[in-house]
């Protein structure tokens, strides 16, 4: 079994930042993309941005230039660093990880619990 466990959603005032957190754990031989989706209320899931093994990376267009991803390869995890943040940023932020258990399987896509992003003053 893989868990995807995220933190550091929370309030924010609007041109704030946060710092989310998403750390995967189980049965695990490679993970080949990480990333972060987030859905707002009415809306659909979109993806935010994602980070390849290799650390290539990629952005949705509304949050280039404020928004940095990156991973930790050693700890499983992935960081999302949001500065400049807006009110439409506020949403549920899913981690999401694309993940093979061992050299013979495929990959199969994991979410995690999500956790709310709420830019208010």
């Known amino acids: 079994q893989v868990h995807l466990v995220e933190s550091g959603g929370g309030l924010v005032q609007p041109g704030g930042s946060l710092r989310l957190s998403c750390a995967a754990s189980g049965s695990i031989f490679n993970i080949v993309v990480m990333g972060w989706y987030r859905q707002a209320p009415g809306k659909q899931r979109e993806l935010v941005a994602s980070?390849?093994?290799?650390?290539?990376?990629n952005y949705a267009d509304s949050v280039k230039g404020r928004f940095t991803i990156s991973r930790d390869n050693a700890k499983n995890t992935v960081y999302l660093q949001m500065s400049s943040l807006k009110p439409e940023d506020t949403a549920v932020y899913y981690c999401?990880?694309?993940?093979?258990?061992?050299?013979?399987?495929?990959?199969?896509?994991?979410w995690g619990q999500g956790t709310q992003v709420t830019v208010s003053s």
């Open positions: 999401h990880a694309l993940i093979r258990r061992d050299s013979y399987s495929p990959t199969f896509q994991y």
């Open positions: 980070i390849s093994t290799g650390t290539s990376t």
